[in-house]
């Protein structure tokens, strides 16, 4: 199985296993859901850390480091903003 | 990838599934939270063990100012601007997705000026994902910006139609994607291969606006949403091109979360998501029954006083929060007024409708940041089997989601779409300013029932000045 096979197998399990435990997250926290789910896509700065290795001036390394630099706001912002949000949550 | 990196990425996409996992309950929430956060640092771990040692001024560089970016957003934005910052961060989350595809495209191809075509330097998948990453990355990026724009009031909420923008999108979309396909896997060229990607990107950010602009300001919650699930696909589409199964997963759980709360909100406001993104809904007064203001009969209304009076005799009373609380940051006057009742031996609860707020479960963190127990925040379902036994419900700057045309009216655009009962409690009292419409620009004949008081005023003087009375009697 070709590794593009593989991916699109992990992508649609991944969806299935979003799904079912989604579906199941209470009206109450769909708003630190969505601010959860952008520190989340911050996760392709994996892949910008990866194009930004290497000290060359080059336009492909500045394009890498502005993708850290925006992925890391997502990053960083979504989980804080989430966590202050979820901390103002108080049982009786 | 030594096989140990590889179960360090494993580890994280694990944990991700974990800490949403644990949002599925409030008690767990913020451990939840915390467990994506160390998937997170995990994977960035990961990566850097994996680069190893190289020239990491770039990296340091780019961590160091999103770091501070994102501390700066995160710890200043103000709970009512929620929705703006979501969609912002939608954007960045694209714009990063598409940034990696161009600066990888870069160093592969165009620098070192690679012969043969892109499909033979990275592989056909790499490549052709690397084109889909850049489009949906792209108008994910411009697409936000209009959001935060339109929700800020920056541009104005009104829906802006393009005489045949169904066509020039349909062109768009063929035309990024057919191209994106062509520099990919066709073009033999490196600087060929540059020029192409740069008129795809070009076009990519060009739909993103266009798919956005003819939305109207109401429908914001359904589109941020949407823009959310793409950030994910768009960080999906990157794992594809860098063939990372982590990145695979946690964009695919981003994306499968934007496309179930999109759902949600287009049932709760009764649209279809091909009406809200192609209807340009808002553009005219919505026809049909129902009219304006003056067609009203007559109206029971009061004061302060009066409906002090109304909750003096209730034992349970459910606030009915809509979006005119959050406008007149009404959140902590109507918080006062509940411990108030409660000092007086009754109950109160809250009734929040899935469009109360301006994005999905708005209305529950403003609540919650006015110290207002989760307990007593009921969803639709719960609070409708309850009206009957409700003495008074308050509703307060809310209006569709009340209106019992939803349920009595065939013929009115807001037929079918899901209401809360409030006519259904012994009496209601309605804050409102005025008789005018909400956004379905319809009459809503709750505010000429017979059990219904309209309390005419701001929200935050009315309720304050509801619970001054109530302490008097």
Known sequence: MGSLLVGVYLFVLAMFVGFEIITKIPPTLHTPLMSGANAVSGITVVGALIAAQGGSVTLGKILACLAIALATINVVGGFLVTDRMLKMFKRR | ?473
């Open chain 2, 1 to 473: 990838m030594t096989s140990w990196i590889a179960l360090l990425y494993l580890l994280s996409a694990g944990l991700f599934i974990l800490g949403l996992k644990g949002l599925t309950k409030v008690r767990s929430a913020r451990r939840g939270n915390a467990q994506a956060a160390l998937a997170m640092l995990i994977a960035i771990v990961a990566t850097l063990l994996e680069i190893g040692i190289v020239d990491w001024r770039w990296i340091a560089l780019g961590l160091v100012v999103g770091s501070a970016v994102g501390v700066f957003f995160a710890l200043r934005v103000q709970m009512t601007q929620m929705p703006e910052m979501v969609a912002l961060f939608n954007g960045s989350g694209g714009g990063a997705s598409a940034l990696v595809a161009l600066a990888t495209l870069w160093q592969v191809s165009v620098e070192p000026g690679a012969p043969g075509t892109l499909a033979s330097v990275m592989g056909g998948a790499s490549a052709f994902t690397l084109s889909l990453s850049i489009f949906i990355g792209a108008l994910t990026f411009t697409g936000s910006i209009v959001a935060f724009l339109k929700l800020n009031r920056t541009l104005s909420g009104d829906p802006i139609l393009l005489p045949g923008r169904h066509v020039i999108n349909a062109l768009l979309v063929a035309g990024s994607l057919g191209l994106g396909g062509y520099f990919a896997l066709a073009v033999g060229d490196s600087s060929q291969i540059a020029l192409y990607a740069l008129v795809v990107t070009g076009l990519s950010l060009l739909l993103g606006v266009l798919l956005v602009i003819p939305i109207g300001g109401a429908d914001m919650p359904v589109v941020i949403s949407l823009l959310n699930s793409y950030s994910g696909i768009a960080a999906a589409a990157t794992g594809f091109v860098i063939e990372s199964p982590m990145l695979i997963i946690a964009g695919a759980l981003v994306g499968a979360s934007g496309l179930i709360l999109t759902q949600i909100m287009c049932v709760a406001m009764n649209r279809s998501l091909a009406n809200v993104l192609f209807g340009g809904f808002g553009a005219e007064p919505a026809a049909g029954d129902g009219g304006p203001a003056d067609e009203y009969g007559p109206v029971r209304s009061g004061g302060p006083e009066e409906a002090a009076m109304l909750l003096d005799a209730a034992e349970r009373i459910m606030i009915v929060p809509g979006y005119g609380l959050a406008v007149a940051q009404a959140q902590h006057a109507v918080r006062e007024l509940a411990d108030l009742v409660e000092k007086r031996g009754g109950s109160v609860e809250y009734a929040i409708h899935p469009v109360a707020g301006r994005m999905p479960g708005h209305m529950n963190v403003l609540l919650a940041e006015a110290d207002v127990p989760y307990e007593q925040l009921l969803e639709m379902d719960r609070a409708n089997a309850d009206f009957k036994n409700v003495d008074v419900a308050i509703v307060v700057g809310a209006n569709d989601v009340v209106n019992p045309a939803a349920q009595n009216t065939p013929g009115s655009p807001i037929a079918g779409m899901p209401v809360l009962e409030v006519w259904k409690a012994r009496s209601v009292i309605v804050i409102k300013r005025s008789l005018s419409p909400g956004f379905a620009g319809i009459k809503n004949a709750l505010f000429e029932g017979e059990t219904t008081m309209m309390v005419f005023a701001d929200a935050k003087q009315a309720i304050q000045g509801m619970t001054t009375e109530l302490k008097e009697l």
